[in-house]
């Protein structure tokens, strides 16, 4: 899987749009940008995912950029229960052992009121 | 549907013991998982099976056992419980779609404590 890189922390005001933004510079030809969310003590949440072009969803957007080797996660009216570790994953769905998931360090995101 | 479900919620343990975490999921998916999560740090894959009567090790199998008698559940043995087990403990499951992808669902996990 193509390694990702995003910020360890980022702060949001409550109601305003939060950005999320992950790397991933080496992502091949058939790898998925997926998202996941962790909220303090619970199981990781599925938020969103996409090849190439840009996807939306009751929960998020996500902007993938042209070369792909970029893409912004956002929540476009953060709560204070957004307040998360999220994890960017790039991979190719099934390819790994069983296909598990490779959780990085994240970006907690603090939504303040 | 209540997706998976995972108990117990909270367990303490004395070094040696054993127990069972169950996992079961009404999703019909074929893919489970056993990942645990120690304080601080990222999942780490145990145990997944990619159906009934198949499974496999991940990443840290040792100190556990599983098996897939059926669908909807996938049942994590710990065998002489060790502090070094002491984590939360959680099950997922999911299925390929039509476009190939592939969504985990978590269950709320299992917080083991060995003493």
């Known amino acids: 899987d193509a390694k990702t890189t995003q910020p360890p922390s980022m702060d949001c005001a409550e109601g305003r749009a939060a950005n999320l933004p992950c790397n991933h510079s080496t992502i091949s030809g058939n790898e998925y940008v997926y998202w996941y969310r962790q909220i303090h003590s619970q199981g990781p949440q599925y938020i969103i995912h996409?090849?190439?072009n840009n996807e939306t969803n009751e929960m998020a957007s996500l902007i993938i950029t042209e070369d792909r080797k970029s893409s912004t996660l956002i929540l476009p009216h953060a709560t204070l229960r957004d307040t998360a570790v999220y994890y960017c994953?790039?991979?190719?769905?099934?390819?790994?052992?069983?296909?598990?998931?490779?959780f990085g360090g994240g970006t907690r995101l603090m939504v303040k009121p | 549907n209540a997706g998976v479900t995972q108990t117990p919620k909270f367990r303490i343990l004395k070094i040696g013991q054993s127990m069972t975490l169950q996992c079961t999921q009404d999703?019909?998916?074929?893919?489970m998982y056993w990942y645990r999560q120690d304080p601080g740090m990222g999942l780490k894959l145990i145990y997944y099976s990619v159906g009934a009567g198949i499974t496999d090790k991940g990443e840290v199998p040792n100190g556990y056992n599983v098996s897939r008698s059926t669908t909807e559940d996938f049942p994590l043995r710990l065998e002489l419980a060790a502090p070094s087990q002491t984590s939360v403990y959680f099950c997922a499951s999911s299925s390929l779609g039509r476009t190939g992808t592939d969504t985990q669902y978590f269950g709320p996990g299992t917080r083991l404590t060995v003493l």
């Open positions: 999703m019909n998916h074929n893919y």
């Open positions: 996409g090849l190439k």
């Open positions: 994953i790039v991979r190719v769905p099934g390819k790994n052992a069983g296909n598990m998931l490779t």
